[in-house]
C-alpha cells in the first residue's frame, strides 16, 4: 500500500488526473489549490518565503495599487484561502514591516503602500 503526498498538477489537467485515479484510489481524496507557486522547469516553485505579508507585498505590486482600504484587503484574504475578517491582522504586520501607512481616520481611513 501507498500514499501519495505532494502530488501537483496544473489546473487544466486536473480533470484528466482525477479521471486516471478516480476508480484506483482506496479512500477518497480531497483536491486543494495551491497558493505561492508557480511551475518552472517542470517543478513547482515558491514565489515567495511564504508569509502572508510577502504574498500582499506581491499582490499590491503585480496590481499596481497605491493605496488599499477594507475591500482590498479582503479581497486578498479570500484570494489566499484565509477569512475575509482577517484583513486588519494583514494590515497590522504589514505596518510593522513597513509596507503600509495609514492615512485618514475612522471608517474613512485607508492605508497608503510604501515603496
Known sequence: MFKI??????????????????GLVLEGFSVVPVINVEKKKGKAVALTNGTT??????????????EVNSTIGREFCVS??????????????????????????????KWRVMK
Not at 503526498?5 to 478516480?22: G, T
Not at 505579508?53 to 497605491?66: A, C, P, Q
Not at 494583514?90 to 481616520?105: M, P, S, W, Y
Open 53 to 66: 505579508v510577502e504574498m500582499f507585498r506581491d499582490y499590491l505590486h503585480k496590481r499596481k495599487i497605491t
Open 5 to 22: 503526498d505532494n502530488l501537483f498538477c496544473d489546473d487544466k489537467k486536473l480533470p484528466q488526473v482525477l479521471h486516471a485515479i478516480s
Open 80 to 109: 489566499i484561502g484565509k477569512d475575509a475578517s482577517t484583513y486588519g491582522g494583514l494590515f497590522v504586520r504589514a505596518k510593522a514591516e513597513g509596507l503600509l501607512r495609514k492615512a485618514g481616520k475612522g471608517t474613512s481611513s
